[in-house]
């Protein structure tokens, strides 16, 4: 069975071009709404790129800003300034 | 030439550089005394880096811009008169129960982290331990101010702290986290960072506060998830610590082992109250205690076990009991706190038939066989106005101090006992989780300070019960027994225009 990476975030304004680019940049994630929070699954490796987040939000991203937006997750993290990621890969 | 704008990883460095001197006026070992003496063994501290490299002017401006919203919420709240919009005011018990039960444990760790972030010799948890020391002591106070507003209308919530430190209940969260503190640095890192934080937290604060959305408390959802967007630095360091133990020696791994089993049991018995909270308490219901402990226990543990199990640490033992309790905790603990009813600082309900239609729906296996039947019973009596109470001053399990009310596994119709003879006493326990707590460090849990034991004793204000409420500072008659008929009904209703419910005549 897959190992889940996971992330959750705020249900608003500030977290939805996050939730985009997850969305755009692991094809295999599923959403869980919840009240006021959305929970994304993705098989072993969730990846945040600032980048995609930047392509949605429309000026730029600090990938540092993910913890104004950030309620939990599942996965050994690194952060960069680039990309966050969540895996169980090694 | 302008100065290139230096990384993440080139701004952790130099924040945390030369910070892990080498002490030379005074011996190492006696400028941090405690970190050795529980066995663990640590070759090279330089290992342990935060992988969200937070630096400090980061977490303040982050921090700051969190509290500015916060608090912008909490105004317009107050201003607006939120508390008018909540689902029903018996939803306020579960706002009760939060700010009596865990929000002294955040002011507890942030005691605990200060102390661990001093006492640890490495760079990484030291920095660490001291946001997440800052982080909890915001949490209390948040929580305290936005409950605040609700204080003026609704019963049972002044007198919070004071409560924590005497409510029979209470003793439960409270003495979760004196073990805790009264452990080592090391040991308390895995139980608070570890198994609280990582593994067991999310069943906390997610439901909690989806709960919260979802019942129109605007500022709880808001310092709620404020605080949540922290824990997921301390989460962080919880899975952190544990592969940095596993990875510096193989001799730490039977120890590790062993707290890890400990605390998830611990932090399970603890979470009973959440698994209440969900399935009786919110109006309107999120999910079930059993589809959360699914998502993130059954679910997300299992991703994070599968991943520790290459440093050969095992699944929690006694993980599948705590399965199997899934289906049964929320139903028991409810029934106690129905029956106690006079002596808890919250009100209590039957569950009305919509309610009961839900639990069977949720709980196929359990509730119509077992449970249903129960609370259909007790509100025939109270319509015959013979509502039960339970006069006895129950027996408590010596490790997790909870009544003796939970049943055996593979046998929910019988009530689970087990003790253990030491030092020419006998004490009790509600399973074999909590006996072999006990049973490893009789020592420590020989001395637990269990509220029935106290009231026996004569150390909580006298004999009687309206003595011991009178110690716990409960007003009796607006704090404690059913909703129905209670002060916090009547002001609902008047705000509703409803006419009171025919019992609170």
């Known amino acids: ?90 | 030439m302008a100065v290139k704008k230096m990384g993440l990883k080139q701004k952790y460095a130099h924040l945390t550089r030369g910070l892990d001197w080498e002490t030379s006026y005074q011996k190492m070992d006696d400028v941090f005394p405690y970190d050795q003496f529980e066995g663990i063994k640590i070759t090279d501290w330089s290992k342990w880096e935060d992988p969200f490299r937070l630096t400090m002017d980061s977490y303040w401006k982050f921090q700051a811009e969190k509290e500015r919203k916060l608090y912008a919420v909490i105004d317009a709240f107050a201003q607006n008169n939120g508390q008018l919009n909540v689902s029903d005011a018996r939803y306020i018990n579960v706002l009760k129960l939060f700010l009596t039960g865990v929000s002294p444990l955040e002011y507890q760790a942030h005691r605990g982290f200060a102390f661990t972030g001093r006492h640890m010799r490495g760079v990484g948890p030291r920095i660490a331990a001291q946001m997440q020391s800052l982080d909890e002591l915001r949490h209390f106070q948040t929580q305290a101010h936005t409950i605040s507003h609700y204080n003026k209308f609704f019963d049972g919530i002044a007198e919070f702290q004071h409560m924590h430190d005497r409510v029979w209940y209470l003793s439960v969260p409270k003495s979760f986290f004196d073990d805790a503190r009264a452990s080592g640095p090391f040991e308390f890192m895995i139980a608070i960072g570890f198994a609280f934080e990582y593994v067991l937290t999310n069943l906390l604060f997610v439901p909690f506060m989806s709960g919260a959305a979802y019942n129109g408390d605007m500022s709880t959802v808001t310092f709620g998830f404020s605080a949540q967007s922290d824990e997921s630095r301390h989460m962080t360091l919880g899975i952190e610590v544990i592969k940095f133990l596993l990875e510096q020696h193989p001799d730490n791994l039977p120890i590790v082992q062993k707290w890890v089993d400990k605390w998830f049991w611990r932090g399970f018995k603890v979470l009973g109250l959440v698994a209440m909270m969900m399935d009786y308490m919110l109006p309107k219901k999120v999910m079930s205690w059993k589809e959360a402990w699914e998502i993130y226990f059954t679910e997300a543990g299992g991703s994070l076990f599968t991943d520790l199990e290459r440093y050969g640490l095992k699944v929690p033992k006694y993980a599948d009991v705590a399965t199997e309790m899934a289906e049964h905790i929320s139903h028991q603990n409810w029934a106690v706190f129905y029956q106690y009813t006079h002596a808890a600082a919250f009100h209590t309900w039957t569950p009305d038939k919509e309610h009961l239609d839900w639990l069977s729906e949720k709980y196929p296996n359990t509730f119509d066989k077992y449970y249903r039947p129960r609370w259909e019973m007790w509100a025939k009596m109270d319509e015959e106005g013979k509502r039960f109470y339970n006069m006895a001053l129950p027996q408590l399990c010596q490790t997790c101090q909870i009544p003796m009310a939970y049943t055996e596994p593979g046998d929910p119709t019988q009530i689970s006992f087990r003790c253990t003879e030491w030092n020419g006493e006998m004490y009790h326990f509600c399973s074999d989780g909590c006996k072999d707590i006990f049973d490893d460090e009789p020592e420590k849990y020989a001395q637990s300070w269990l509220p029935v034991h106290q009231i026996f004793q004569g150390n909580c204000g006298g004999p009687t019960v309206p003595d011991v409420l009178n110690w716990y500072r409960l007003n009796a008659g607006a704090d404690n027994m059913d909703y129905v008929g209670s002060p916090d009904e009547q002001i609902w209703n008047s705000w509703k225009g409803k006419a009171p419910a025919e019992a609170a005549e």
């Open chain 1, 1 to 90: 069975m897959a190992q889940i990476a996971s992330i959750t975030l705020y249900q608003n304004d500030e977290a939805r071009p996050v939730m985009e680019a997850i969305l755009q940049d692991n094809p295999t994630a599923r959403v869980l709404n919840m009240p006021g929070a959305v929970k994304i699954d993705v098989d072993d490796e969730l990846i945040i790129n600032r980048a995609t987040v930047e392509e949605k939000l429309g000026s730029e991203w600090d990938c540092q800003q993910i913890h104004m937006v950030l309620i939990s997750m599942a996965g050994n993290l690194d952060e960069d300034d680039d990309r966050i990621t969540l895996s169980w890969k090694h």
